[in-house]
């Protein structure tokens, strides 16, 4: 118990104060032959990444991977992609959609 973060607070508790605490940037980046890639970077460590990837590209409908602390999906999806963080328990304030 000595390496709980949350001081004896419910898991769900603690996981809900780790997703305010992150500050989340989508952005899409172009790549070779034209194809473009929604960027997520901002997560932390601490979420578990895969879990969240494997959720947006099934509710996306696309292809992605995780990559150095980062989900890429393939294709524009940073509005949609910022519904589906709101709707995963993230604050809407703590995402910024880089145009």
């Known amino acids: 118990m000595a390496d709980n973060l949350c001081g004896g ?8 104060l780790n997703k305010e605490e992150q500050f989340i940037k989508i952005k899409l980046e172009k790549r070779r032959y034209g194809k473009e890639v929604t960027v997520i970077e901002g997560l932390g460590d601490d979420a578990d990444l895969k879990k969240i990837a ?3 590209k ?4 696309a292809g992605g991977t995780v990559k ?4 890429e999906i393939q294709g524009d999806h940073r509005e949609r992609a910022r519904d589906l963080l709101v709707k995963l328990g993230f604050p809407e304030s703590n995402i910024m959609v880089i145009e």
Do not use: F, M
């Open 9 to 16: 607070l419910p898991p769900e508790v603690c996981e809900q």
């Open 58 to 61: 099934s509710k996306l409908a």
């Open 68 to 71: 150095n602390g980062r989900i």
């Open 54 to 56: 494997s959720e947006l």
